[in-house]
């Protein structure tokens, strides 16, 4: 082990680390808005990854071209979810039905995938998923610069949806606070709704990313939505600042401990992480401390 | 003097007694063994999470902690392949309470919502080191002592560890429901702020919990570990089972003593069957997955209050009906 390891794992830290802040920007945005924890956030991916892996062994479309209907295929399959099943659930126990409902389509996406697809494991190719570019002695792969600078403009579009525009005031309303928003005429319902499908169709770009950096099959949806769900709990649940940072954060230390310590240590420094994070702050590194409200 | 309902859960326990004296067909007894393992954990996980109100998404952890302490201890002490075995499966169970503790100070540091997520993360990071450290054997899993019965009593002794389990799990929930403690955890279920206000410790008293929970479904890993003779870390921590076992509850009726009971001989023996007539595990998880979405949009409360809701709207209807005819009487 050596500086420029540490040094070069720090670089792959953050810049796969901002995929995951964007997946992980999706999950948070449907939580602050809505009250809602998507559980199919990691299927979402995988579904997303699968996509692109269609259109670019089927029709030879490039992965990046293929975001062109990736992204909007998968805010439609988010829209679809939302009236047909989330807008059904009602009462006191929302995010905990919540979670069971978004539980259960996921397991009906991984069989519909697993049949479709076979449980065989898939990456997807392309001519800058296997060169790199040298810098300071130090090798990058395409992919990793490209995921990021996907990530990057991604985020800023969705910065620029949120806070330069009227649907997006609307939208930081309803975050803030559901009643009141709907007391000054927002139309929370709707805004929900586009939220949500926001919040799925960021999977799509993280989804080819993934799909480009790790072979995957269904059951990767696990590893995916684990990770996913720690950093949201650590940034603070419906903090989209706090999932950015920590989904960055965590990645890099996780590749940190990989290089140091080894991989399999990587995990329990996720887990590490999260209790000593949790035992200071329960509210997580940037969430509002829980208030009662009735 | 016995009250009806008494007589009923009599010849329920006398039933599931005598079916594998009945039914020596090992298919049949085999989807007994694996429903009533799944009775106990799901009565067990209601103990906890149905009453406060907190649900677990990660019961798999104490499943697992079970069937692995069971197979490494009997490597480690090498008990013989025989009856002995069947000594460490409380073992079992208070290894898994012993890890409730850490998890729980971790996870119920957190209100409700953040809780169900943390359950989750903590039970991927179980299954993840299962997988990655050596000592449990890696993803080959790990081998139990075979245990030389005769083919035809092969199942019996696994039934009846089993029914004891569930029975355990019952008891104990039953007094849990009828205790000082148990009316704690429904307070929290209600109103946290409200019952920690009128001198509950909270945080104590979901500890304590959460911790009790964890014996039974430990135990039920345990005896899963037995019964199979191997275990792999997927199988053991499997996310599957701690949906399942939400979903058995819920199916059945939150926080109800039945309730569990009840959705896990339905769902369990169901998805045995199922599985062994198509043995499509994708075909599993549509069918299962799309089963849930229906109980959870349609019958939220559960089917036994959903039946008794049922029972007493139409009671209800009735005494409205007479009260028309009356009306039009007089």
């Known amino acids: 082990m050596n500086g420029t390891a540490v040094l070069h794992s720090i670089i792959d830290g953050v810049l796969t680390g901002s995929v995951y802040a964007l997946m992980a920007t999706g999950l948070t945005l449907i939580f602050g808005v809505m009250n809602i924890i998507n559980v199919a956030q990691g299927i979402f991916v995988i579904l997303g990854a699968y996509l692109s892996y269609a259109l670019s062994v089927h029709l030879g479309i490039d992965l990046f071209v293929g975001l062109a209907i990736t992204i909007p295929t998968l805010f439609v399959v988010g829209i679809v979810v939302e009236r047909v099943f989330l807008s059904r659930i009602k009462g006191p126990e929302r995010v905990v039905m919540s979670i069971l409902v978004t539980y259960a389509i996921s397991l009906v996406i991984e069989g519909v995938l697993n049949i479709v697809f076979s449980a065989n494991y898939v990456e997807l190719h392309a001519w800058y998923v296997n060169r790199s570019v040298r810098v300071f002695g130090i090798y990058l792969p395409y992919i990793y610069l490209l995921g990021f600078a996907l990530a990057v403009v991604l985020l800023g579009a969705l910065y620029i949806m949120l806070y330069r525009t009227r649907f997006g005031a609307s939208v930081r309303a309803s975050l803030s606070d559901q009643t009141s928003a709907a007391l000054v005429g927002i139309n929370v319902r709707r805004v929900s709704t586009v939220c949500f499908g926001l919040g799925v169709a960021v999977t799509a770009a993280g989804g080819m990313i993934y799909g480009a950096t790790n072979a995957f099959n269904a059951s990767s949806s696990y590893d995916l939505i684990s990770r996913l769900l720690v950093i949201i709990v650590l940034g603070g649940m419906g903090s989209i600042g706090g999932a950015l940072v920590a989904g960055i954060m965590m990645i890099t230390i996780e590749d940190l401990v990989s290089v140091v310590w080894g991989p399999v240590w990587s995990n329990l420094a996720f887990f590490l992480i999260l209790v000593a994070v949790l035992s ?14 009735a | 003097m016995l009250k009806a309902r008494n007589v009923w859960w009599i010849l329920a326990l006398v039933a599931l007694v005598l079916f594998p004296l009945i039914e020596t067909n090992p298919t049949y007894t085999t989807i007994g063994i694996f429903t009533l393992i799944f009775m106990g954990c799901a009565t067990s996980w209601n103990m906890f999470s ?6 677990n998404l990660g019961s798999a952890v104490s499943y697992g902690v079970g069937a692995y302490t069971m197979a490494l201890l009997a490597d480690h002490l090498h008990v013989p392949g025989n009856g002995d075995l069947f000594w460490l499966i409380p073992v079992g169970g208070l290894a898994a309470m012993i890890v409730a503790v850490p998890v729980g100070l971790v996870a119920l540091r957190v209100r409700r919502h953040t809780f169900v997520v943390i359950t989750i993360a903590i039970f991927f990071v179980f299954q993840l080191s299962a997988i990655n450290f050596s000592f449990t054997g890696g993803t080959s899993g790990l081998q139990l002592p ?9 199942n019996k002794p696994f039934y009846y560890s089993a029914l004891a389990i569930t ?11 009828r205790s000082r403690f148990g009316l704690q955890l429904l307070a929290i279920r209600d109103d946290e702020d409200r019952a920690a206000g009128l001198g509950v410790k909270v945080f104590a008293v979901k500890l304590a919990g959460f911790t009790m929970s964890a014996f039974a479904v430990g135990m039920g890993g345990a005896l899963y570990a037995v019964f199979l003779g191997q275990i792999y870390p997927q199988f053991v921590f499997d996310p599957i089972f701690d949906i399942s076992i939400a979903l058995m509850s819920i199916f059945g009726g939150l926080g109800t003593l039945t309730g569990p009971l009840l959705g896990a001989l339905v769902l369990e023996s169901t998805q045995q069957y199922l599985t062994i007539r198509f043995s499509n595990g994708s075909l599993y998880l549509i069918v299962f997955g799309a089963l849930f979405l229906v109980i959870v949009l349609f019958m939220p409360q559960g089917i036994v209050v959903y039946l008794s809701d049922w029972r007493s709207r139409r009671a209800a209807r009735r005494v409205e009906g007479a009260r028309v005819v009356v009306g039009e009487a007089s």
Request: proline share 8%.
């Open chain 1, 280 to 293: 200071l702050r329960p509210q997580g590194l940037f969430g509002k401390p829980s208030v009662r409200v």
């Open chain 2, 50 to 55: 149905g009453y406060s109100g907190y649900i």
């Open chain 2, 146 to 154: 075979l245990i030389p019965w005769l083919e035809t009593n092969y």
């Open chain 2, 167 to 177: 029975v355990f799990a019952a008891l104990l929930s039953v007094a849990v429901r």
